[in-house]
């Protein structure tokens, strides 16, 4: 058993002395050192059948002969290491070069600047509020009362302070109207914040953008064709709008709005869309007016509330909206 390890170590480090690189490096370190073949392993194996005089000299013959081995191939690798390194150029010129970093706008920040533009041409100014406000703004003043369902600690992150973090952009319509005698004609893109799960969906953190108009003959059918006009401009022609009753405390009537769109596809047929809820909107409740001290036999309103996100994952094909938030590089680069 001593023998057969000195001539195995022998035939080891000849052969790994001639080996040429890693790969056969590897085969060799395989052949003898392989934990289920191994010439090695099967020499330690034979340890089992010895008596017990024999053992502990041919144990130890054939333990020194693994660590030899081993130390061997890994001479060799650093030799083989060097030898490379030395043959390769300095500066690799077949390496295609790094890109230079190119910065792009977000694609929920383009989505508020289209949006915004297109209102803008529409005649409207931008207004903001605070993301930070109280029950009043965000609730009452907006015709909600406070055991509304809304207003429960599920769906509102209250702050320490009993301030809030506002649940959407409709306290900026009441801020505007506070601070400006009519006619108004708003936009106000901003964060909101709901204790909402985080899936496909939604995000606890989310932009709107509302849309606030009085006159004192502000109609529905204002409202009607000021969004069908958006619609079109925005998702082109073919795109179409649909309202849908709904309910805000703060609107009456109130609807939900749908936008169909039809897309050019490669290979040049024209694809119809299903209905997508983009907003909410309606008719400003007088109690509303009434609130800011508007006079609400003199004068009407209407607003929206839209989410770009929503928009965005439309515009892009993106199904999962949490993309939009989690700044992935490699996400946000496809739009630069
Ligand atoms: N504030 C409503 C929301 O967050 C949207 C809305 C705005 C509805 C304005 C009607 C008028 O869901």
């Given at each position: 058993m001593i023998d057969e390890a000195s001539r195995l170590e022998a035939d080891a480090l000849a052969v790994i002395a001639q080996a040429g690189d890693h790969a056969e490096l590897e085969r060799i370190?395989?052949?003898?050192l392989g934990r289920r073949d191994g010439?090695?392993?099967?020499?330690l194996r034979g340890l089992g059948r010895m008596s017990p005089e024999d053992r502990p000299a041919a144990g130890a013959a054939a333990n020194a002969l693994k660590v030899a081995v081993a130390e061997a191939l890994e001479g060799r690798r650093a030799e083989l290491e060097a030898t490379t390194a030395l043959a390769r150029p300095a500066v690799d010129l077949t390496l295609p070069p790094r890109?230079?970093?190119?910065?792009?706008?977000?694609?929920?920040?383009?989505?508020?600047?289209?949006?915004?533009?297109?209102?803008?041409?529409?005649?409207?100014?931008?207004a903001r509020g605070p993301e930070v406000d109280t029950e009043w703004y965000n609730f009452v003043a907006l015709n909600t009362p406070l055991d509304h369902p809304a207003t429960d600690e599920q769906d509102t992150l209250y702050l320490a302070s009993g301030m809030l973090l506002r649940s959407h952009t409709s306290p900026v319509q009441i801020r505007t109207m506070e601070?400006?005698?009519?006619?108004?004609?708003?936009?106000?893109?901003?964060?909101?914040?709901?204790?909402d799960t985080y899936d496909a969906t939604h995000t606890p953190a989310f932009a709107q953008i509302e849309g606030l108009v009085v006159d004192e003959l502000a109609t529905f059918v204002d409202l009607k064709a000021t969004l069908a006009e958006f619609v079109r401009r925005f998702w082109g022609p073919a795109a179409q709008v649909r309202f849908r009753p709904s309910f805000f405390p703060f609107t009456e009537p109130s609807a939900e709005v749908d936008v169909k769109r039809v897309i050019e596809r490669s290979d040049g047929r024209r694809e119809?869309?299903?209905w997508i809820e983009i907003m909410g909107a309606g008719m400003v409740d007088p109690a509303v007016l009434e609130n800011v001290g508007y006079d609400p036999e003199r004068?009407?309103?209407?607003?929206?509330?839209?989410?770009?996100?929503?928009?965005a994952m439309l515009r892009h094909g993106v199904a999962d909206i949490r993309a939009?938030?989690?700044?992935?590089?490699?996400?946000l680069a496809q739009f630069a």
């Amino acid at each position: 058993m001593i023998d057969e390890a000195s001539r195995l170590e022998a035939d080891a480090l000849a052969v790994i002395a001639q080996a040429g690189d890693h790969a056969e490096l590897e085969r060799i370190r395989t052949l003898y050192l392989g934990r289920r073949d191994g010439l090695v392993s099967g020499l330690l194996r034979g340890l089992g059948r010895m008596s017990p005089e024999d053992r502990p000299a041919a144990g130890a013959a054939a333990n020194a002969l693994k660590v030899a081995v081993a130390e061997a191939l890994e001479g060799r690798r650093a030799e083989l290491e060097a030898t490379t390194a030395l043959a390769r150029p300095a500066v690799d010129l077949t390496l295609p070069p790094r890109r230079r970093w190119r910065g792009s706008v977000h694609p929920v920040s383009r989505a508020i600047a289209d949006i915004w533009a297109i209102f803008r041409s529409l005649g409207f100014t931008r207004a903001r509020g605070p993301e930070v406000d109280t029950e009043w703004y965000n609730f009452v003043a907006l015709n909600t009362p406070l055991d509304h369902p809304a207003t429960d600690e599920q769906d509102t992150l209250y702050l320490a302070s009993g301030m809030l973090l506002r649940s959407h952009t409709s306290p900026v319509q009441i801020r505007t109207m506070e601070e400006y005698a009519p006619p108004i004609r708003i936009i106000a893109p901003g964060m909101v914040y709901r204790r909402d799960t985080y899936d496909a969906t939604h995000t606890p953190a989310f932009a709107q953008i509302e849309g606030l108009v009085v006159d004192e003959l502000a109609t529905f059918v204002d409202l009607k064709a000021t969004l069908a006009e958006f619609v079109r401009r925005f998702w082109g022609p073919a795109a179409q709008v649909r309202f849908r009753p709904s309910f805000f405390p703060f609107t009456e009537p109130s609807a939900e709005v749908d936008v169909k769109r039809v897309i050019e596809r490669s290979d040049g047929r024209r694809e119809e869309k299903g209905w997508i809820e983009i907003m909410g909107a309606g008719m400003v409740d007088p109690a509303v007016l009434e609130n800011v001290g508007y006079d609400p036999e003199r004068y009407t309103g209407w607003a929206f509330g839209m989410g770009p996100a929503r928009v965005a994952m439309l515009r892009h094909g993106v199904a999962d909206i949490r993309a939009f938030y989690e700044n992935d590089m490699r996400f946000l680069a496809q739009f630069a």
